[in-house]
């Protein structure tokens, strides 16, 4: 790989990344509907932790919702320290899934001038 793919690489990454200021505050202002994990691409468990937050809310009336808002309160502050980690993995995962494109692209451009 030269130079000039590195570069179109770091620049894809650093255009695409995703910010670890708006992931802090989607935790903080919007961290009970799991806004933070789906800003970063995690559906699964945005949806986990709105189930339990919500699911909790609704059910706290009749008392078996009061484990499921500790479980999704421990889970988001658990996250505080999580992302950091989540933004640098959702980096990699831009910065191989950009370097694959750029070597197909390679691929294809060698095939064309043969």
């Known amino acids: 790989m030269d130079t000039q793919q590195q570069i ?10 995703k910010s670890l200021g708006v992931a802090y505050l989607l935790l903080f202002f919007l961290g009970g509907f799991g806004a933070h994990r789906f800003y970063l691409g995690r ?12 699911g909790g809310v609704v059910l706290s009336a009749i008392l078996i919702g009061i484990p499921m808002l500790i479980i999704g309160g421990i889970w ?5 320290f999580l992302l950091p980690g989540m933004v640098a993995m959702d980096m990699q995962r831009l910065r191989a899934t950009t370097t694959q494109e750029i070597n197909a ?3 294809v451009q060698s095939q064309i001038n043969r």
């Open 43 to 54: 559906t699964a468990s945005a949806i986990a932790i709105l189930v339990l937050v919500w």
């Open 8 to 17: 179109l690489i770091e620049q894809r990454v650093a255009n695409g990344k």
């Open 105 to 107: 692209l390679a691929g």
């Open 76 to 80: 988001i502050l658990v996250d505080i």
